[in-house]
């Protein structure tokens, strides 16, 4: 299994990235994907979260109207738009894979992508 992220880097204020998760080893279509961010002395946060049907959930208050959560079944891949990226934002951020199967949660990582926000 591997969830593999990509796109992370130094942009400034105002600026936009995309990241991207490549999945392998699990049957991609049938998890739950989420993106979180880890800010530096702080807890893992849920940012963004889209079921296997493609249903988004609500965003977390501090992405609402800014980041865009997809993702592409048939490539095993979720992306992260992120526009207009302001100084809160940096961390580094992770893919996650959820599923539950007979009341048993599985769960996988990615390795993380950092996101550093400077002028």
């Known amino acids: 299994v591997q969830l593999v992220e990509s796109g992370g880097g130094l942009v400034q204020p105002g600026g936009s990235l995309r990241l991207s998760c490549a999945a392998s080893?699990?049957?991609?279509?049938?998890?739950?994907m989420s993106w979180y961010r880890q800010a530096p002395g702080k807890e893992r946060e849920l940012v963004a979260r889209?079921?296997?049907?493609?249903?988004?959930?609500p965003y977390a208050d501090s992405v609402k109207g800014r980041f865009t959560i997809s993702r592409d079944n048939g490539n095993a891949m979720v992306y992260l738009q992120m526009n207009s990226l302001k100084p809160e934002d940096p961390g580094v951020y992770y893919c996650?894979?959820?599923?539950?199967?007979?009341?048993?949660?599985?769960?996988?990582w990615g390795q993380g992508t950092r996101v550093t926000v400077s002028s």
């Open positions: 080893g699990f049957s991609f279509s049938s998890y739950v």
């Open positions: 889209i079921s296997s049907g493609g249903d988004i959930s």
């Open positions: 996650n894979a959820r599923r539950t199967i007979g009341g048993r949660e599985i769960a996988y």
